[in-house]
């Protein structure tokens, strides 16, 4: 796979996973809004957007060039 494809590929990544976090910060927050909401259904939410907010930054990460110190 060349620079070029292994970019587009990240770029497509980072894209899906910015929309699934997106997802999951609007299903939390309207749990917490209802009230009547499963505190660990809660707990793993938020635990997979970190996750995903991890993945993300770790994908953007890898499209900067390095940069000689």
Do not use: C, Y
Request: no cysteine; proline share 3%.
């Amino acid at each position: 796979m060349s620079d070029a494809q292994q970019s587009q590929h990240i770029e497509r990544r980072l894209v899906e996973l910015d929309v699934e976090h997106r997802d999951l910060d609007a299903v939390i927050e309207l749990l917490v809004l209802d009230g009547h909401h499963d505190e660990l259904q809660l707990r793993r939410l938020k635990k997979r957007k970190l996750q995903l907010k991890d993945h993300i930054t770790l994908l953007k990460m890898q499209l900067v060039p390095d940069v000689p110190a």
